[in-house]
C-alpha cells in the first residue's frame, strides 16, 4: 500500500551496510544497497517498507512523494525484488553509480581533461585561447568567458562543440535538421524554442549522457552518436599561422572560422567600420570567434593586431577587402600586391588593370555627370549601356539603359546614394553590354598559384522583370559546370590572367565573366569567397570540399595545398541551386507547399528559407533572401526536370502562402 501522507511524516530507519564483495553471489542476489538507504535484507520485522524510493540515475519514483516528473508506470508497478535484481545485474556488469542527489536530477559529469584541445573542450585547449582572448590580447579586445566555464573561452560555440552534433536538450534547443520545408534537410538556422534550455552548460552535460548511452566502442568510425559524419579536427598549422584575423566575416566567410579552428588556429574579428551594413548583419556569427575586436582606424587596428603571435589578415566580406589590405600593408605582410589594392575594389579600375595587362574587356567610362556620360553611350555600336556604382557588391543599382534618357536617370539615382556598403557614391561606372550568360569562377591561390574550386553558370532576369530602365539583377538559377563543357578551359585560362592583373596572390578569390562572340570578358572581381550561398554538405558530395575549406588549407597547410594543386576541377555529380523569389511585400502565413519538395528525386536541401510570420519583398538584387533549393543528382535530365518544375512553384507562389502587406496592416 502506498503512503499518500507529507514525506516528512513517513521515516524509514536507516541503517549503514557495506557492498559485498563482487564473489559474493549469494549477497549481490538479494540487491546491493545504495549509501544512505535501507536495505531489503535489513529491514526491522514488523516494519512495512515505505514506497517512497531516493532516484537513481536510471528509474524513476513512485506516485504521490513530491516527485517533480510524472510517473513511469512500467518502474512504478515493479517490486523491490525486482529493483534488488536490475541492481544485481548492474553489479555484475561492473557498472558502479553513486547515489544520485535528490529531487531525481541527473549526477553532473566531470570536466574530461584526458582529451587533446579540440576533442571535448580540454582544460589545455581552454588554458590556450584563454590567454589569447584575455592575456595576450591588446586593451580594449573584448575576450570570451573564461576557462572553468563549460563553454570555454571561445564562447559556446567553441570548436570541440562544432565537432560533434548539438544534441537537443529537453524542452527546447535547437531545431532538428530534418523534416518538413522551412526546417528541411540541411538547414541550420539554429534558432531556440526556449531560451532557457540551449545554455552551453546543458549542451555538456547532454553530451557526457550521450557518451554513456553511445560508447564509442559501439559505433560506426567517424560516426556521431546520431549516425552523422564527423569531422575531425586536422594537424596543427604547418603555415606559421597561430592567429587569423577576419575582417568583416560576414556572409559565407562565417564558414571560415569553422575551418581555422581544425587547424588548431584562434580567429579574432575586426571590423571595417563601426557599424555592421544592414545587410550583413543577419550573417555575422560572433560566437564563432576566439576574440572581438572594436572598431579603429588601421593604424590601431594594426598595433593591436601586432601584439599576436604568427597573425595573418584576411578579408571575409565584400566590405573588409580594402581595409584587409591596409592591415596587411601595415603589418608588413605579402599577401596580394598592395598597390594594386583599388583594382580588387573599384570596378572602373578592375578593367583598365587588365586592359593594361592586355586582356579584352568592355569599353566604359567612369563620371558623375549624366552628360558626359550620355555623351560617351553614342559612340557605341550597340545598346543597352550597363550603368552601375563603382564600389557596390550583389548587384545593387545595375540599370541597363537603351537610350540617353535612361542614363540620364540612372546617373542621377546613383550619384551622391549610400550604398549597402555604407559608402556614397560619388561617381557612376557605364560600361559596354556584354551578351550571354554569366559565369562565375571561384579560386583559392598560393603564392601567385591559382586553384579552380568551382565553376559556375548563372541564369538571371536582368532588371525589375524587363530590362529598359531595370534596376539590378534577379538571380533564377545556377548550376555547376562540368569538365566536358566547352567554355570551361578558356573560362580558368582568362581569369587566372585575371588574378594577376589585379594582384590577387594568395586568398579566395569570386570573379563574374561572360562568353561573347570574342571569348571570355570579365565583369567584375572580388578578393573574397563567394557570396550567397556555400553549403558544406552538397558541395562536399559533389567536389570533395569547398572554398572555405581550401582558404583554410592554404594557409595552414601549404604543402597540402600544394598537393592539391594537382588535382583537376572534376565534379562527381549535377548540381544546381534555385533562387526562391517573391512577386511582392507580405507576410508568410504557411509554408506547407514547402513539403512538395521532399518528394523530388534530386531534392538536397533548402537553405535559408523564411518562416512562417517572416515579411518578404520582391528580389531586386543578388541577396538571396528567399533561401536556395539544392538539386543534386548523378543523372543531368534527373536535375533538369526537377528544376523546371521547382521553377514553376517558385514562379507560381506555390511553395509559400502570402498575405499581402497592405491585409497585413489592416
Known sequence: MVHHGPPARRRVRRTRRTRPPLGDAAARRGGSPRRGRASSTARRPGRRRSARRRPGPDHGRSAGVGDRRPERTDRGQRGVADHGARSASRDQAGLHRTAAPLR????????????????????????????????????????????????GPRGRRHRAHRLRPRAR???????????????????????????????????HIRREQLRERHPPASRPAGRTPHGRQRREPLPRSTGMVKTVALVDGYS?????????????VDVVHVPSSPEIPEILRPSFRPDSYDAELPYAPADETAARLAA?????????????????????????QEWNVSVLSDTRRDKFEMIRALQQAGLPTAEQIKSGSPEEIVAW?????????VVKPPHSSSSEDVYFCHNAADIQAAVTRIVGKVNFLGLRNDTAVAQSFLEGPIYVVNTVSLDGRHL?????????????????????????????????????????????????????????????????RDGPRLVETNARLMGATIESGPFRKVLGDTQPELTAMAMCDPDGF?????????????LKIMWVHFPA???????????????????AGYFGAPRVGDAVRPSTDTTGRGGFVYLLHSDADVVEADAARVGEWIDGCALFDVRPESAAVL
Open 104 to 151: 531525481g536530477r541527473a549526477p553532473r559529469p566531470q570536466r574530461r581533461t584526458d582529451l587533446p584541445p579540440g576533442r571535448g573542450g580540454a582544460a589545455l585547449g581552454h588554458a590556450r585561447a584563454a590567454a589569447l582572448a584575455e592575456d595576450t590580447a591588446p586593451s580594449g579586445v573584448r575576450g570570451r568567458r573564461g576557462p572553468g566555464h563549460p563553454s
Open 169 to 203: 536538450p529537453r524542452g527546447g534547443g535547437t531545431e532538428p535538421t530534418g523534416g518538413r520545408c522551412g526546417r528541411g534537410p540541411g538547414l541550420a538556422r539554429g534558432r531556440t524554442r526556449n531560451p532557457s534550455a540551449g545554455t552551453s552548460t546543458r549542451r
Open 252 to 264: 559565407t566567410a562565417r564558414h571560415l572560422p569553422e575551418e581555422f579552428h581544425r587547424y588548431g
Open 308 to 332: 599576436y603571435e604568427d597573425v595573418r589578415v584576411i578579408a571575409g566580406a565584400e566590405s573588409g577587402v580594402r581595409f584587409a589590405d591596409r592591415l596587411c600593408e601595415l603589418l608588413g
Open 377 to 385: 553611350s553614342r559612340t557605341q555600336r550597340d545598346w543597352p549601356i
Open 452 to 516: 579552380t574550386t568551382d565553376a559556375w553558370c548563372f541564369e538571371f532576369v536582368p532588371g525589375t522583370h524587363e530590362r529598359r530602365g531595370g534596376s539590378g539583377i534577379t538571380f533564377t538559377d545556377h548550376y555547376l559546370i562540368t569538365p566536358d563543357s566547352d567554355v570551361l578551359e578558356p573560362l580558368i585560362e582568362y581569369n587566372e590572367r585575371a588574378l594577376d592583373a589585379v594582384g590577387i596572390r594568395n586568398g579566395p578569390a569570386h570573379n563574374e565573366l561572360k562568353v561573347t
Open 562 to 574: 600544394r598537393d592539391r594543386l594537382r588535382r583537376p576541377y572534376r565534379p562527381t555529380r549535377h
Open 585 to 603: 511585400d507580405g507576410v508568410i502565413t504557411d509554408d506547407a507547399g514547402c513539403r512538395r519538395l521532399e518528394r523530388l528525386p534530386s531534392f
